[in-house]
């Protein structure tokens, strides 16, 4: 009884958890206009940012869930909560770039699943 409620909690958990997809080249490439001399290394640090910043106060968001224009507002309204509540700079300037920069190039990449 105790077992298989834990079972439900869990696979109610694991789907509700974002999947994030692994960047690929192909994914810099449509943003070299936008983000000249980006690479896929700098992609995926953004990746790592975003994943251990982003679930620190709430599960993580689908890049694909808002626009360019709301994630430009959001993310750094995010980063401000979260340098004001520990009481110091946690994300940088240039981290948060990096993190906007991942989600905004997987949000136009339209195949990040929920
Ligand atoms: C310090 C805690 C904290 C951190 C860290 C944090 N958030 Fe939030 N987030 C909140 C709270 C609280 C709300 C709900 C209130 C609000 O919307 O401001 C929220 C709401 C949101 C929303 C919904 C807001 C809307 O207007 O639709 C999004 C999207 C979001 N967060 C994304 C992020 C991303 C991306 C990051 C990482 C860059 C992040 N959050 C990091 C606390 C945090």
Known sequence: ?????ILIL??????????LMPPAQSDVDRVSAKYPGYNLNELNEGK?????????????????SRNEDK??????SMI???N???????IDDKQQESI???????NSAGKSTM
Request: charge should be positive; glycine fraction near 2%; aromatic fraction near 10%.
């Open 71 to 76: 994630w430009t507002k959001i993310v750094p």
């Open 48 to 64: 790592a940012l975003f994943e251990q910043t982003c679930k620190r106060c709430h599960r993580l968001k689908n890049p694909a």
């Open 10 to 19: 869990l696979t109610i958990f694991t789907a509700c958890t974002v999947k």
């Open 1 to 5: 009884m105790k077992k298989s409620f």
């Open 80 to 82: 401000n909560k979260l």
């Open 100 to 106: 906007l920069r991942y989600i905004i190039t997987m």
């Open 84 to 90: 004001k509540k520990e009481g110091k700079v946690v």
